[in-house]
Each structure stands twice: as structure tokens, then as C-alpha cells.
């Protein structure tokens, strides 16, 4: 159904909609029963802007869960048999989903669309964390924009008869994260304290957007513990900086950021921020929410 343009009104081919159409109920096009693009996308806010460029036309898969972090997965042999019938797969890149070469060699689909959403953000606007580009670039809603263009590119290939209604739902939903990215500014900019330590270093992008500090971070790698040296440089660092909270994450323990915070002082607080929401979570569903919710709880500790 794909092949057909819309825009191309020639009888034959209006016909050809129309029966597909008819028959999307039974299914029309090689097995996609119904009729939308299946597509894959590694976190929630990919398969949240990939929601919002392709609206109707599209059915999004996730693969890591609500709780799981994207620097430890493994996909489930459900989430593989969705990817090998997906004809566009999103990931971050910049090393976040390690595992998505693999799976990639291993699922049978050679005319799937990869698309690497991060590979879209000019290499002037990366920033490294131990001599490795940082991946968590969704985290600015600035950068979050070439995400969002690289994806309705990668639906525009696979499914090029709605490149229209991918570059309006695009355009819309862009208009949306500058808006979102002019509130935080406001928000953030009366911050009255701008230094924070975080889990690991997720809030890269976003300090940097904003004018704050990520200070420090509990784990480089995420998972891997801290040494008590570790920990002893990041108390001094954190006293000698006044910092007063350490954002710590749903996707990991906060063992480690708890016993920092006390040995710091009694002013120092532990407070979690969602780097990736959850579609159960109203608070937290979409993307814009996420952010919103995340600023809120920032706010909080550092106003
Ligand atoms: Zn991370």
C-alpha cells in the first residue's frame, strides 16, 4: 500500500486504495494487519517523538521498559519478532544501546530503515564525558529537535506516500520542543543555585543548555560502582561547592547517592529525576511531560 501515492489520482491507482482500504480489516500489505508502520525505537522519548511525527500512521514499539535503563538491556524474543516485521528502527547511537549492532546482524530485515537519531546532531553541539561522546543528547530539547527531524526523515523513506503528513506532524511537534526549550530557560535561569551532582552523567546537555553544573557523578559507566576514593572526592567536592542535592535516577539503586548525600552534610539532599518516563505514568508519559515533571523537581532543589 505504501507504493501508491496518494497525491497521484489516476483511476487504477485510486482504485488500488480503495480495496485496500476495504481489505485493511483482513489486512492489505504484507502481513501489517493494521494497515500502520511498524516501528521499533530503543527508550521512550524516541518512541514518543516517533508517536508524534508519525500520529495515525504508525505503531511504536519500545524496547527498553519503564525501569530498565538503556546502558544494561537485553531485548525479549517478542521485542525481536516486532523488529524483524518493523520498517523503521530508532536509536539513540553515541554508544547509549550497546547492544543494537548485534541484534541488528541477527534480525532478518534488510529493508528496515535504521535511523540514528544522535548521529543527526551537528558534531559541534556533542560533548564528552571521559573522552567518549555523550550520548543523553534527548535531554536538551534544543538537540532533541534533530532527533525528531532525523526520525520523520527515516518515516519519509520507509513510507514516502505520506511525506506530507510526517513533515507537518515534524514541523508541529518542533514548534513544541522550542517552546518547551524558551519555558525551561525562564525556569532555570532564577535558579538561585546552579551546581548539582547527578548518578551518571546524564544531565550533560542540559546543564550546558541551561547555564547549571553537573558537578560531579556517582557512577561514569552506569552499574559500575563508585571506589570509596570515588566517593571521597565527590563528598570533599560536594562540600566545597555548597552543592545541595544529589539527582539520582528510577532506572538504578540510590544506595550509593544516599550514602554520599550523608556523608556530605544534612544539607544535602537525594532527589530522583526520570531521564526516560513512562508511559504508565501520567506525570511522565511523553517527552514534554517528562521534561516538564524533571524542571519541577529541579526547581525544587536548587531554587
Ligand atoms: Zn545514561
Known sequence: MNKFHIRDSSPLVVAAIVVCALASVTGCGGGQASGKVKVTASIVPLADFCRNVGGELVEVETMVPPGAS?????????????LSESRVFVTNGLDLESWVTDIVRKVANPGMVN?????AVPRSRLLKTEGLYDPHVWLDPSLAVYEVEAIRDGLIEADPAHEDEYSRNAADYVKKLETLDSQIKTVTSKFSSKDFVALHPVWTYFAARYGLRQAGVVEELPGKEPSAHDIAKLVDDIKALGIKVVFAEPQFGDKAAVVIAQEAGPGVVVRKLDPLGNPDNPDVSGYIELMRHDVAMMREALK
Not at 70 to 82: A, V
Not at 115 to 119: D, F, K, L, M, Q
Open 115 to 119: 535511523v540514528v537519531a544522535a548521529e
Open 70 to 82: 538503556p546502558h544494561t538491556f537485553e531485548p525479549t524474543s517478542g521485542q525481536m519478532k516486532f
